[in-house]
């Protein structure tokens, strides 16, 4: 019995970007990405390895080198909606938040399962880290278009700000592709509560 098991959902791909290495976090639209088992080439978290960073300061000091499960960074575009309509603002660009992918279709993307794939119609699977929780980074990038909505988008991102994940299969994606979820096929984690 497979440890993966497809589920119902599909999601399409409907914006991609790629954040230059040499730049801050906006990425820069794109209709079709080649992915390796690197990343992007050229992309600001390509590579194997990472130094560590905040979001792992209990595990390791700054700057520790590990292995790289964010170099892909992927949104719901129903819950940018839902974060844009928070912030009162009428849409959230999502080059202002550093997105490699918006996809359309899966719901309560953001808490997809640890460890799920998503796969393209090439075989490209891209599998899903963690939550990518919200930072001040995409505010200022936000404030410097929109005066006055970049502080709002902190608290409105919270639980929708979607997912890191890394490249286990090369491959290419196109703008309208469909990515199918499989998810880990065990029980919730029951911590003795």
């Avoid at 230059?20 to 990405?33: C, F, N, T, V």
Wanted: proline share 7%; hydrophobic share 35%.
């Amino acid at each position: 019995m497979p440890v993966l098991r497809e589920t119902e959902f599909s999601a399409e791909v409907t914006w991609m970007g790629i954040v230059p290495a040499d730049g801050g976090i906006q990425a820069d639209m794109r209709d079709d990405l080649e992915f390796g088992f690197h990343g992007l080439t050229g992309e600001r978290h390509a590579g194997a390895q990472r130094p560590s960073c905040v979001r792992v300061k209990n595990l390791y000091a700054p700057g520790t080198e590990i292995r790289n499960t964010r170099q892909v960074t992927i949104l719901s575009e129903e819950e940018l909606t839902q974060i844009a309509d928070d912030m009162g603002l009428g849409q959230l660009d999502p080059r202002y938040l550093g997105a490699t992918l918006v996809v359309r279709g899966i719901p309560d993307f953001t808490h997809v399962p640890p460890s799920s794939r998503l796969q393209g119609p090439d075989g490209v699977t891209l599998t899903t880290d963690i939550e990518n929780r919200p930072c001040v980074l995409p505010g200022r990038e936000i404030e410097k278009d929109h005066a006055g909505f970049g502080p709002k988008f902190k608290a409105a991102a919270q639980g929708r700000r979607g997912i890191t994940a890394w490249v286990e299969r090369p491959g290419r994606l196109k703008l309208g592709d469909t990515l199918r979820l499989f998810v880990p096929d065990q029980r919730a984690w029951n911590a003795g509560s």
